[in-house]
């Protein structure tokens, strides 16, 4: 047997425990295929099927479950495939997610540091990750708390007819890299590298925002503004709405409108050798924006910022 099987973290948040394993018999894997589709929506089609996850684990990949102790109930699931890119091995991480009521507590946050810790048993130093850049607790998840990086923007990654949050807008993704051992991941990891507030980079580091977003008073969410792509300095700023999986549900043709605004610069300012380095935040008003940082990815790794 494989020694994946015996890998077990206890970790705690929100005041509860938890197991971290991989699935034990067949029946626990189709176990967390129901639940991925409570945290995707409802379809099987949007799951990771158990005929993958048995041989995945036998082959060298990570699927685990995170399971309440005391209820044994799985409530979140990890599921990481090895790649081979550029003549190395590493872990692409192709879901992560915890039932809703689990969410927004700090168990995220653990699980990562298992999915770190397990990788890194293995002798495997990166590990990427696609996320939707829309998704303001992921970015900040991602980037600030994580330390990720990215270069990459994916249009309409999966197609427009999956995952039941985005029906109807397009999949859009930014392809994140993890570099585990590096200065910037260790020290966010720990809580010491810490994000700066947008007041340093609009005064300090003179930063440019390329894409602002203004309330629309009828619905309450953020409209985005026109986007500008002629910006030279070497920091930018670009606005993150605050509830986006709400603002497709109450105003699916303003979601899509961002959708198109946000890839527009991303992809734009990504292509012309930015690196997305982090996320800053007002500390007054909480307005949310992605930083992108003209620098080289050696001096963002040695935990450097603007
Ligand atoms: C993504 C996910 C795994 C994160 O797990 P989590 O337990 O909710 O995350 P944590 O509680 O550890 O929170 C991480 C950080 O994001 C912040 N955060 C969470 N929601 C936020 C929001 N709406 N706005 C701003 N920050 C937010 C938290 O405050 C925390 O940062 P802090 O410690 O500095 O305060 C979970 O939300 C989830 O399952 N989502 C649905 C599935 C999904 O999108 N998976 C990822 C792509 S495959």
């Avoid at 966010?188 to 977003?213: N, Q």
């Amino acid at each position: 047997m494989s020694d994946v099987y015996s890998i077990t973290y206890y970790i705690r948040a929100g005041g509860k425990s938890f197991v971290v394993r991989p699935p034990l018999s067949p029946e626990e894997h189709y176990e967390l295929m129901d639940l991925e589709r409570k945290i995707w929506g409802n379809d099987y089609r949007d799951t990771v099927p158990y005929h993958i996850t048995i041989p995945l684990i036998d082959m060298g990949g990570v699927v685990l479950g995170v399971y309440e102790v005391g209820s044994g109930r799985a409530v979140g699931v990890l599921v990481m495939f090895p790649t081979y890119t550029d003549g190395e091995v590493h872990y692409h991480s192709h879901i992560l997610g915890l039932l809703k009521e689990y969410r927004g507590k700090g168990l995220g946050t653990e699980v990562k540091k298992v999915q770190r810790e397990v990788s890194l048993k293995r002798g495997i130093k990166l590990i990427t990750w696609t996320y939707d850049p829309l998704l303001l607790s992921n970015a900040w998840l991602n980037l600030v708390k994580m330390g990720v990086i990215s270069s990459q923007y994916r249009i309409n990654y999966y197609g427009t007819g999956s995952f039941e949050y985005n029906k109807g807008v397009e999949t859009d993704r930014l392809m994140v890299r993890w570099y585990l051992t590096s200065e910037r991941v260790t020290s966010r990891i720990e809580g010491k590298g810490l994000w700066k507030p947008l007041d340093y980079y609009l005064h300090d580091a003179e930063a440019t925002i390329v894409l602002e977003g203004s309330l629309d008073s009828k619905k309450g969410f953020l409209r985005p503004g026109k986007p500008n792509l002629i910006a030279r300095a070497p920091v930018i700023l670009v606005r993150i709405p605050k509830d986006f999986e709400r603002m497709i549900r109450g105003d699916l043709q303003l979601a899509k409108e961002w959708r198109l605004a946000s890839r527009l610069v991303l992809s734009h300012y990504l292509n012309r050798g930015y690196l997305l380095a982090d996320v800053t935040k007002d500390s007054v008003v909480a307005r949310y924006y992605y930083v992108l940082w003209r620098a080289s990815e050696e001096r963002v790794l040695r935990g450097e910022l603007p």
